[in-house]
């Protein structure tokens, strides 16, 4: 015999906060009632390469195509405000609060794990999968159909009692639970993230072009970042906050009781020097457990040399010339573009020399424009 929606949800909301979630929605399973808008973005391309998202459209329209059968979705989601970070020093590199600690999606998959097995334990014939990040469902819209909170205009999910500072883990499961009201959307005339994003990559509210997202340019993207965009992406490295940042309900953000990771350096900030000339081995070592792992070394590094380049500072001039010889075009030409941006003598004549023997014709290019001043 099953237990009723109400004793399994009270259950299920008990056991989630032990573990560490702050706050539950749980919805009906159905059909995606954002659908439309989520295809209008991919007809217009703001997906940008993220090509998985245009193959798992069904299955992001409709749960019942990720599990059959799917009746209940429940939206978990767990702070990760670690505070204010301390100010750079000269030459640093700024990574996203996100990955700051431990990669999410190992802490939020082991957690959504634990619940699903309590679930299990409770209804032994339940049937359900679960997601961080990882599977095709649309977490934040989802979310955004229960009490947990309303998608703002960066499009970020956000909550009246802990701002936006949060990652979400889902289940679907065929039971029937439950259901919330759908929390209020209380952006009302803030445009606050839409000015402070420093590419516009918030089209319109709650319409963000990932094309322009710093998070994606420094993160998703495998390319040479478009040179127009370089300059804005300023000394970060892995990601962007800046929409998150000035968003008045961030006030409320709470410490996270997670562990924080080892002093004395600061997880907010890289020595781009030191990284500019990362091997592959030393990455991974490096990022192991970190998910600045996604963006690959050879992006890593690209991101490392646009920094460096927006510098300007007269330190940043031998890293990059050094870059020049990395074994990687897309680390090459970046630093080419960095050198540029420098435009000492010394930058000049690393990049004459590198000129006389280079032959990959993406990082020709950008020497010569390097050498023409057309940086930016």
């Known amino acids: 015999m099953r237990n009723d929606p109400a004793s399994l949800t009270a259950a299920i909301r008990e056991k989630a906060r032990a573990l560490g979630f702050f706050k539950t929605g749980i919805v009906r399973a159905g059909p995606l009632p954002d659908a439309g808008r989520f295809d209008r973005w991919l007809d217009e391309s703001m997906h940008g390469e993220m090509h998985y998202l245009v193959r798992q459209a069904d299955k992001r329209r409709n749960p019942s195509l990720i599990l059959p059968g799917a009746r209940s979705l429940v939206v978990v989601a767990m702070n990760y405000y670690m505070g204010e970070p301390p100010p750079p020093a000269p030459l640093q590199g700024r990574i996203s609060r996100y990955a700051w600690a431990e990669d999410y999606h190992r802490v939020i998959r082991a957690r959504l794990e634990e619940l699903y097995a309590f679930i299990r334990r409770q209804e032994p014939e339940a049937a359900g999968v679960y997601y961080t990040d990882t599977g095709p469902v649309m977490e934040k819209a989802w979310g955004a159909r229960t009490s947990l909170g309303w998608q703002g205009k960066n499009s970020n999910l956000i909550t009246r ?6 990652f979400l ?3 679907l499961l065929d039971l029937e639970l439950e259901y919330d009201s759908r929390a209020k959307d209380y952006c009302g005339t803030c445009t606050r993230c839409m000015a402070a ?6 089209a319109a509210p709650y319409v963000v072009d990932a094309r322009l997202c710093i998070s994606y340019l420094t993160v998703e993207l495998r390319g040479a970042i478009p040179r127009p965009l370089r300059p804005l992406i300023g000394d970060r490295i892995f990601g962007c ?3 998150q940042e000035v968003c008045p309900w961030n006030r409320f953000a709470a410490l996270s009781g997670e562990p924080r990771p080892a002093e004395p350096t600061h997880p907010a900030w890289c020595d781009l020097v030191l990284h500019s000339a990362l091997t592959r081995e030393e990455f991974e070592a490096r990022f ?3 998910a600045v792992r996604r963006c690959g070394r050879d992006g890593f590094v690209r991101n490392v040399a646009v920094a460096l380049g927006n510098s300007r500072h007269p330190g940043a001039g031998p890293a990059l010339a050094r870059a020049l010889g990395d074994a990687s075009p897309l680390v090459r030409a970046h630093a080419a573009w ?3 941006r420098i435009a000492s003598p010394a930058a000049r004549a690393a990049l004459a020399g590198a000129r006389g023997r280079e032959n990959e014709p993406s990082v020709i290019e950008e020497i010569d424009l390097a050498l023409a001043g057309a940086t930016g």
């Open 288 to 290: 192991r457990a970190s």
């Open 161 to 166: 009692e802990r701002g936006s500072w949060f």
């Open 241 to 243: 906050d800046d929409c």
């Open 197 to 202: 994003c420093p590419t516009g990559a918030i």
């Open 169 to 171: 883990g889902v289940i």
């Open 338 to 340: 960095g050198l540029g």
